[in-house]
Antibody, heavy 120, light 107 residues
Framework: QVQLVESGGGVVQLGRSLRLSCTASGFTFSTYAIHWVRQAPGKGLEWVVVIWYDGSHEQYGDSAKGRFTISRDNSKNTVYLQMNSLRAEDTAVYYC?????????????WGQGTMVSVSS | DIQMTQSPSSLSASIGDRVTITCRASQAIRNDLGWYQQKPGKAPKRLIY???SLQSGVPSRFSGSGSGTEFTLTISSLQPEDFGSYYCLQHNNYPITFGQGTRLEIK
């Protein structure tokens, strides 16, 4: 079955860290860039970060720069999002999604999401 | 950054109505745009890619058009299951950006 599955969400205190995982199955993981997109409660979608198919490059959105780090292990079909110094505004559902070399597989598949709640 | 201005932010329409949602990009993005439907508590689902190509399995009442800076999603005859939120996404340049969303309510 072709899918992306996120895990690692939960309740975390202000200023602490959390690591999310996105595990893929059913397709050739190592040929796709993987993105994280988040959605705060009742709000729209916000792109967070991308990692290239081979891990050679990352690009961060402004909200993630300096605090979040993305990495991947193609032998495990998994991408990780290390989130440090968490803020209340990081509370959101975090989705992973993919993009390939062409428009056909640009953000075509999304995981079910994992909820991150940052509390004081 | 490329800003995506989506309108309207909400609309209420009747079964059988023709519905149009628009996204305007702050600079030209060729046809590097997708349209997504999101139901409450669910992940976004792609409806349209490359601005006008219908995703496999999506009903043909959905269509997309446009190129450059102006894009449109049209539902030709609204059905009860079409309620939810709709978003455009541009992937021409980083950072990837979304429209603000359109909440569609069935009258």
């Amino acid at each position: 079955q072709v899918q992306l599955v996120e895990s690692g969400g939960g309740v975390v205190q202000l200023g602490r860290s959390l690591r999310l995982s996105c595990t893929a199955s059913g397709f050739t993981f190592s040929t796709y860039a993987i993105h994280w997109v988040r959605q705060a409660p009742g709000k729209g979608l916000e792109w967070v970060v991308v990692i290239w198919y081979d891990g050679s490059h990352e690009q961060y959105g402004d909200s993630a720069k300096g605090r979040f780090t993305i990495s991947r292990d193609n032998s495990k079909n998994t991408v990780y999002l290390q989130m440090n110094s968490l803020r209340a505004e990081d509370t959101a559902v975090y989705y992973c999604t993919r993009s390939g070399r062409g428009p056909f597989d640009a953000f075509d598949m999304w995981g079910q999401g994992t909820m991150v709640s940052v509390s004081s | 950054d490329i800003q995506m201005t989506q309108s309207p932010s909400s609309l209420s329409a009747s079964i059988g109505d023709r519905v149009t949602i628009t996204c305007r990009a702050s600079q030209a993005i060729r046809n590097d745009l997708g349209w997504y439907q999101q139901k409450p508590g669910k992940a976004p689902k792609r409806l349209i890619y490359a601005a006008s190509s219908l995703q496999s399995g999506v009903p043909s009442r959905f269509s997309g058009s446009g190129s450059g800076t102006e894009f449109t999603l049209t539902i030709s005859s609204l059905q009860p299951e079409d309620f939810g939120s709709y978003y455009c996404l541009q992937h021409n340049n980083y950072p990837i950006t979304f429209g603000q969303g359109t909440r569609l309510e069935i009258k």
